[in-house]
């Protein structure tokens, strides 16, 4: 019952510092139109991602080792004592940590996505103008203020 209490804690300590390293991309994304930050954010969340992905393969070895398909299961098989009563708690902050985790992810992928946006529309801004005539050679004819070529071309 120790390990499963083990289990439990250190899920739940990686959970909180995901939590904490996906704040920080984050707000990285929010105040840094540019970008900068955002690597060393994203950096620093994956050694965390990693021990989470150790830690659930130790806890389906665990699992399998005991004939459960889920923790909850196996808390809900052992007998009513004090240790069972700690593993349900820790189970509840889990899952108010997981669904924590799960819109702190939406969002921030939802950010993610309006910046490719925001870049994506700045790209086609940059490929889609064209040159006005401002510069053109004394005495060309004007084509309606548009010269054909576009302004970011490397020949303007």
Known sequence: MNEVIKL??????LST????????????????SAGKGVTEA???????LTKIGQLEKIT??????TGKKRMTAYAASMPDSV???AVMRLLSRI?????RLQRELASTQALLKRSKEFVDFHINVMTQTA???TYAPPGAPEV????GIKMFDANV
């Open 17 to 32: 510092e995901c939590l904490e390293k996906l704040q920080a991309i984050k707000t990285a994304l929010k105040e840094n």
């Open 95 to 99: 899952q108010g940590l997981d669904e």
């Open 131 to 133: 040159a006005n005539d």
């Open 83 to 85: 240790e069972r009563d």
């Open 60 to 65: 389906r070895e665990f699992l399998e080792k």
């Open 42 to 48: 994203v950096q620093a969340i994956e050694p965390t």
């Open 8 to 13: 439990l804690r250190t899920q739940l300590m």
């Open 144 to 147: 309606e203020n548009r010269r």
